[in-house]
């Protein structure tokens, strides 16, 4: 049970920012919906993709990877997770750090994503946040084979394009976005500051992340 805990886990996180949805007329409703139709859609193409991981690892992740760059901004989400260390790194590091970033999770999801029992994801509502309507909060569930549910939210944001995509994902409490970052901000203790030791050892960092104790202490 533990075991398919902390697969679905992994798997939530690397979805953290899959789903992009263009605006539509009517606020929650629409976004609920385009946001059930476009889940939908990637959690059956990460189905369909397992048998090709064991075949061709490389395969799989440009077809991963195909599949998610048009509705991710690696690039904000990396800056996010550098946090306040963003500042101290050159333009040539910030570029290398996102393509880290970005393998990193498929490196360290990929097993998790094939060895997983199957699962659902229910879109229960949406919440376009009252004090700026370019952000919103989406509340999912993601449900087991054998019936768990684990509760999941996705933080959603407007781009200058005028579509929405995701920027974070909270499961069962534990705020993913945080917790990379938290381990960006460890490293850089760890390494005396180095932020360019950070970037070469962060696939190494995120493989040490236990999501699952995240979640026990929540």
Do not use: C
Not at 34 to 52: A, W
């Amino acid at each position: 049970m533990v075991l398919i805990r902390h697969s679905l886990l992994l798997v939530v996180a690397l979805l953290m920012t899959a789903v992009a949805v263009p605006v539509h007329a009517s606020p929650e409703k629409d976004l609920v919906e385009y946001v059930d139709e476009n889940t939908q859609q990637l959690v059956d193409k990460l189905h369909e993709e397992k048998g090709l991981y064991e075949k061709d690892p490389q395969a799989f992740y440009r077809s991963m990877e195909q599949e998610l760059e048009g509705f991710v901004d690696f690039r904000r989400i990396a800056a996010r997770v550098m946090g306040r260390y963003a500042r101290q790194t050159s333009p040539e590091q910030r570029d290398e750090f996102v393509e880290k970033f970005k393998r990193s999770l498929f490196d360290s999801y990929a097993q998790a994503l094939v060895s997983t029992e199957d699962f659902t994801i229910k879109v229960k509502d949406a919440v376009i946040n009252p004090d700026n309507d370019e952000r919103a909060s989406v509340r999912m569930e993601v449900i087991s084979a054998s019936g768990n549910r684990y509760p999941v939210a996705y933080s959603m944001y407007k781009t200058d394009e005028g579509r929405w995509m995701m920027e974070n994902v909270i499961v069962e409490g534990v705020n993913i976005g945080l917790a990379f970052r938290d381990r960006f901000s460890q490293e850089m203790e760890k390494n005396g500051g180095k932020v360019q030791a950070v970037i070469d050892g962060w696939g190494d960092a995120v493989d040490s992340l236990n999501l699952e104790d995240e979640v026990d202490k929540s």
